[in-house]
């Protein structure tokens, strides 16, 4: 069965540096890929997705990576904020468009 | 736009009651919707599939009968736990997607539910 490791349960910066986060996966090929903020107690929020045939992806301070080789996804905050402090999730699509999830990464962004 | 409202937002009870959550799809219609729970530190796990019109596909190991859920038009779905008990408690969180390909899931506020 497939698995996706988000290799660090929780990241510390300093507000303004670039925090990035690595999703991996194995046993699986997925059409595309997504990344999601979840604040405590709240629902996650979409920010990207990316296509098997695209390399990378922006949207304002985001950008996401795909590499399908190494079955790897890269997700950069630059110049990072104490509001982007939140866990980002990363998730794989599976077959009937369901959605498999990573445990997320915690990122807090010192002032 | 692509808004999903999740109802209530948390809720308490005494074991044995039945809770229903309603998902709501508020700007787009949803001819799928999923239902997912989540333990504290933990990441988001499916429990089904909820199709417009037609029956819930179930998740190895949930159990269909402790978990209604009822998807009858293109914009409400609802889960039932019937006869919760504290091994319920959880937080239970919705997500619908618009149609067509490659198209992200949006995400209600989740519902916190404790079974006393």
């Known amino acids: 069965s497939q698995k996706i490791e988000q290799n660090s349960e929780a990241l510390n910066i300093q507000e303004g540096k670039t925090a990035t986060l690595t999703c991996n996966y194995t046993n699986y090929s997925p059409a595309y890929l997504q990344w999601y903020r979840q604040d405590p107690g709240r629902g996650p929020v979409f920010l990207l997705l990316i296509r098997e045939n695209e390399k990378e992806k922006r949207k304002e301070r985001l950008k996401v990576t795909f590499d399908t080789t190494l079955k790897q996804s890269l997700f950069h905050i630059t110049a990072s904020q104490p509001a982007d402090s939140a866990t980002y999730l990363c998730?794989?699509?599976?077959?009937?468009?369901?959605?498999?999830f990573g445990a997320g990464t915690t990122v807090t962004v010192r002032a | 736009g692509a808004v999903v409202s999740q109802h209530p937002s948390w809720v308490i009870c005494k074991s044995g009651t039945s809770v229903k959550i309603e998902c709501r799809s508020l700007?787009?219609?949803?001819?799928?919707m999923f239902w997912y729970r989540q333990f504290p530190k933990q990441s988001l796990m499916l429990m089904a599939t909820?199709?417009?019109?037609?029956?819930?596909?179930?998740e190895q190991g949930v159990e269909k009968d402790k978990f209604l859920i009822n998807h009858a038009s293109l914009t409400l779905s609802t889960l039932t736990v019937t006869s919760a008990h504290p091994e319920d408690s959880s937080f239970y969180i919705c997500s619908a997607r618009e149609s067509g390909a490659n198209q992200p899931q949006h995400f209600g506020d989740g519902t916190r539910l404790s079974i006393l």
């Open positions: 909820s199709n417009e019109g037609s029956k819930a596909t179930y």
């Open positions: 998730a794989l699509d599976m077959r009937d468009y369901k959605l498999s």
């Open positions: 700007d787009f219609q949803a001819t799928t």
